[in-house]
């Protein structure tokens, strides 16, 4: 059973910066590959950010050079870095392991102007 739990979500301002959190159990995690998606107020959800498990990394369009996806395996810990949010980056952050289907109950960013 793949438990995800996500983390690191709240209210900041426009410009500013969070970290979101993605704890792994239950799945041999190094050799996985990881997704960051959101789900925004517009009910559209979007990939933002993937990691293969090598390092490897894709972002979409819209928050390339802002977002950085990372991963600890020791701590089967997947991470993305959020820079120079804006407002339009609120919405529900999801974890996902696309090899088993699995995703995170995910956690609200708020990005006020």
């Known amino acids: 059973q793949v438990e995800l739990v996500e983390s690191g979500g709240g209210l900041v301002q426009a410009g500013g910066s969070l970290r979101l959190t993605c704890a792994a159990s239950?799945?041999?995690?190094?050799?996985?590959?990881m997704a960051w998606y959101r789900q925004l107020p517009r009910n559209q959800r979007e990939r933002v950010a993937f990691?293969?498990?090598?390092?490897?990394?894709n972002y979409a369009d819209s928050v390339k050079g802002r977002f950085t996806i990372s991963r600890d395996n020791a701590k089967n810990t997947v991470y993305l870095q959020m820079n120079s949010l804006k407002p339009d980056d609120t919405g529900v952050y999801f974890c996902?392991?696309?090899?088993?289907?699995?995703w995170g109950h995910g956690t609200q960013v708020t990005v006020s102007s």
């Open positions: 996902n392991m696309p090899s088993t289907g699995s």
């Open positions: 239950g799945v041999a995690f190094s050799i996985d590959a």
């Open positions: 990691i293969t498990s090598g390092g490897g990394t």
